[in-house]
Structures are given as structure tokens and as C-alpha cells.
């Protein structure tokens, strides 16, 4: 089974950028559906963004103009280049992969998850 590693996360001030990777230790070529959840306290998980093995991507409005996901099959790596950072996007990010699945299915692979915090 696949296995996810995320990295890039970290402390930020406001407006400034970070870039999150997703690296599988297998080929993702066949991989449906690799994406980004996130969770601050007190809240619930949310999808960020999310990206097909066709290269469509989606996201969540909030960070629409903001965030870009991209797919690097020859690398086995996703990344969410996050732009005009805010406190509003502090949160632990989790990377997922699903080999069938839009949305992360019972059988999707999750990463151990990275901090990003956007604070002065």
C-alpha cells in the first residue's frame, strides 16, 4: 500500500506563502484522487483542494485564487502552493490518495499530517 509524506509546513506571517508536498513512496499514475484536508481546533475536517489523475482539480472557495494543487506523476508528488496566507488557514493539512474515489473512501491512504501557522 502506498504511503504519504507531507512536509512544508510551518510559522508564516500573514500574506506571505508556503508550499506543501505530498510525496507517495509508490507510483501515483493510476492514483484517482490525491487532495488536501485541513483542521483547526475547534472545527472539522475540511477539504482544501483535490486533484484527478486527469488533472482536474477543485477547491474549496476560500482559498480559490489563492492555493493552486498540482501533480507531479514522474515524482509521486503532490503540491499546494498556498499564496496570501491568512490566520483563517491555520490548521494541521492532511494529505490523502484514493485510488477509486473523489473523496477519500474507507480505503484511502492518509499522511501523518503538517502544521501550518499564519500568525505576526
Known amino acids: 500500500q502506498v504511503q504519504l509524506v507531507e512536509s512544508g509546513g510551518g510559522l508564516v506571517q500573514p500574506g506571505g506563502s508556503l508550499r506543501l508536498s505530498c510525496a507517495a513512496s509508490a507510483s501515483i499514475f493510476s492514483i484517482y484522487a490525491m487532495g488536501w484536508y485541513r483542521q483547526a481546533p475547534g472545527k472539522q475536517r475540511e477539504l482544501v483542494a483535490a486533484?484527478?489523475?486527469?488533472?482536474?482539480?477543485n477547491y474549496v472557495d476560500s482559498v480559490k485564487g489563492r492555493f493552486t494543487l498540482s501533480r507531479d506523476n514522474a515524482k509521486n508528488t503532490v503540491y499546494l502552493q498556498m499564496n496570501s496566507l491568512t490566520p483563517e488557514d491555520t490548521a494541521v493539512y492532511y494529505c490523502?490518495?484514493?485510488?477509486?474515489?473523489?473523496?477519500?473512501?474507507?480505503?484511502?491512504?492518509w499522511g501523518q499530517g503538517t502544521q501550518v501557522t499564519v500568525s505576526s
Open positions: 490523502y490518495a484514493d485510488a477509486t474515489s473523489y473523496y477519500p473512501s474507507p480505503h484511502a491512504v
Open positions: 486533484i484527478t489523475k486527469g488533472g482536474s482539480t
